[in-house]
């Protein structure tokens, strides 16, 4: 039985970022919720945390830094207090508003909601944001994987995320069918499953009003709404509707349609203007592998966005490599994509590459994006010079294999020397 009560203390010194009429205003010293996660958690966090240090150190020599806050949550925290997600934690990263986070383990059988899923609902986190480029010398499945450098902006609530759907023979979904004949004139066979896949006019504005402004400000060139509207009119027809309405009534004097670009500018968009236009989900996937080069800004409802990043990601060496964030209008949770492989749990090997851009992803959020930029360059520069760990070194002839903390050393070293 857990024996104990969680009672947290927030770190001394440092200062909480603030939510203003006018955006986050964050401070120089910033007190971050830190979840060490399940499995390899541990591992990576202590790597991303060390390399994340060094690099705010490098780049404002004492003026900024990160004052971190660990916070318990998964098996450690269902051993010792009786909760994965105690409401401390969830308390703690509510109010410090920005949190990394390592992965955490999903207890298999019922009982327990996924504490992914928790965390994203209790902070209304509706945007799943990942950046897929390639770091030079990562192995690649593809010819030019230098090609792809995109980030994905993936609605996180509705959609198959919404989890409406009924056992086929259940009294609810007997019900439905019957309705469906009876009010609609629908057949739908008698042995069927049900789901519901609602799409909103607010969830998908928001989702792409938020890529659309990514665009803006890193001066991207288009935002490619992906969509199976020719299937599915009233849902992602409707995304991709309700996508371009945004961008004429919202950012008018930034953005202009692929359809404008054709007939009023000859099919060349004026600089400084973001593209937007839309591709059929199904098409996407070839275009990524075909002509990745033109795309740059995604913005996808859930269940498209969720197969083509991993598609995308491997394309680039794999989710060893692969960070995401979920954001909201304010709360922003940023972690790598791979679980919590627990059969590496404590052996300090594994990779904590995407532990370590995903904190490349934080300091941008934080706006201190020297510090993001040079980690991100060290990074590659470790991996270029074939310093890796073992699933990198065991694909890269030549490659030195080093442990999880030799790993983010060596980077350490880079961004001193630099
Ligand atoms: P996993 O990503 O944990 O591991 C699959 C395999 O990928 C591992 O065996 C390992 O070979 C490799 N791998 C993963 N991360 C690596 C790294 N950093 N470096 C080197 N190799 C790495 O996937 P899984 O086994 O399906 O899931 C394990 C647990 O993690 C489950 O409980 C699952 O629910 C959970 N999970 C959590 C998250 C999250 O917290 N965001 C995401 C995915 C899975």
């Known amino acids: 039985m857990p024996s104990e009560v969680l009672k947290l203390t927030p770190p001394k010194d440092g200062h909480k970022i603030l939510i203003t009429d006018a955006g ?27 390399v994340i240090d060094a690099a705010v150190e490098a780049t404002y020599h004492g003026k900024r830094r990160i004052v971190w806050y660990p916070v318990p949550a998964g098996e450690a925290a269902m051993f010792r207090y009786g909760e994965m997600l105690p409401a401390a934690t969830l308390a703690a990263i509510k109010e410090y508003v920005v949190a990394l986070k390592g992965p955490l383990t999903t207890p298999v059988g019922g009982g327990f909601r996924s504490l992914n899923v928790t965390l994203r609902q209790t902070l209304d986190l509706y945007a799943n944001v990942r950046p897929i480029y390639w770091m030079p010398g990562v192995p690649s499945p593809v010819t030019h994987p230098e090609r792809l450098d995109i980030i994905l902006f993936r609605e996180a609530e509705e959609d198959v995320y919404a989890g409406i759907e009924w056992a086929k023979g259940s009294p609810e979904a007997k019900r439905l069918i019957a309705t469906l004949q009876k009010e609609y004139g629908v057949h739908v066979r008698e042995d069927s499953g049900i789901g519901v896949k609602p799409m909103s006019e607010f969830e998908s504005k928001r989702l792409i009003r938020k890529a659309i402004r990514y665009a803006i400000e890193n001066h991207k060139r288009s935002v490619t709404l992906v969509h199976k509207g020719n299937i599915m009119k009233y849902t992602e027809g409707a995304f991709r509707e309700w996508g371009y309405e ?11 349609s692929w359809q404008e670009v054709q007939e009023k500018h000859g099919g060349q968009a004026p600089e400084g203007k973001v593209v937007i236009k839309d591709v059929i989900a199904d098409n996407m996937f070839q275009q990524l592998l075909l002509r990745p080069d033109e795309y740059d800004v995604l913005a996808t409802p859930n269940l498209n966005g969720d197969y083509l990043s991993d598609a995308a990601a491997a394309q680039v060496g794999g989710l060893g490599v692969a960070p995401g964030a979920n ?18 749990a404590g052996m300090d090997k594994v990779n904590p590459t995407a532990e370590i851009l995903a904190g490349v992803m934080m300091l941008e959020y934080l706006g201190w994006k020297e510090a993001a930029g040079r980690l991100r360059e060290a990074v590659k520069a470790t991996i270029s010079a074939k310093v890796v760990t073992y699933d990198l070194a065991r694909q890269m002839p030549g490659a030195r294999e080093v442990g999880t903390t030799a790993f983010a050393q060596a980077i350490v070293e880079r961004l001193r020397a630099a």
Request: net charge negative; hydrophobic share 40%; aromatic share 6%.
């Open 24 to 50: 986050l205003r964050i401070p120089d010293d910033p007190i971050i919720p830190l979840v060490e996660g399940d499995g390899i958690g541990p591992d990576v966090t202590h790597a991303a945390r060390t």
């Open 246 to 256: 945004l961008a004429r009534t919202e950012f008018a004097a930034e953005t202009l």
């Open 327 to 344: 954001i909201g209008d304010a709360h922003a949770l940023f972690e790598p994509i791979h679980g919590s492989a627990p059969k590496y």
